[in-house]
Nanobody, 127 residues
Framework: QVRLVESGGGLVQAGASLRLSCAVSGFSFGAYGMGWFRQAPGKEREFVAGITWNGGSTNYADSVKGRFTISRDNAKTTVYLQMSSLKPEDTAVYYC????????????????????WGQGTQVTVSS
């Protein structure tokens, strides 16, 4: 059974940092690209960051470039999202997701290309 479990969210002040983790099980983690998405109240879910199966390529939403870093540890079957210089507009529920197909040279931006999702972790940034 595919399982993705996020952790690390919380309430922080603007300018602070947080590291989110997503522990996965039930599939060959090292074969799949992974992504982080977020959804703020009243807004659609949006892509935040993605990483290829081998960590060789990463991509980011423009809104988080230079502040967030996605990484993965295939030995620990965990994907991370290091968030720095947090802003109130980063407030959202953050989800990790597994790409629907193995391999790939780039992690896709479209959420329809991911087919397994975690339950989410809340990040709240106060001003």
């Amino acid at each position: 059974q595919v399982r993705l479990v996020e952790s690390g969210g919380g309430l922080v002040q603007a300018g602070a940092s947080l590291r989110l983790s997503c522990a996965v099980s039930g599939f060959s983690f090292g074969a799949y690209g992974m992504g982080w998405f977020r959804q703020a109240p009243g807004k659609e879910r949006e892509f935040v960051a993605g990483i290829t199966w081998n960590g060789g390529s990463t991509n980011y939403a423009d809104s988080v470039k230079g502040r967030f870093t996605i990484s993965r540890d295939n030995a620990k079957t965990t994907v991370y999202l290091q968030m720095s210089s947090l802003k109130p507009e980063d407030t959202a529920v953050y989800y990790c997701a597994r790409q629907a197909t193995i391999g790939g040279r780039l992690a896709p931006y479209e959420d329809g290309r991911y087919n397994s999702w975690g339950q989410g972790t809340q990040v709240t940034v106060s001003s």
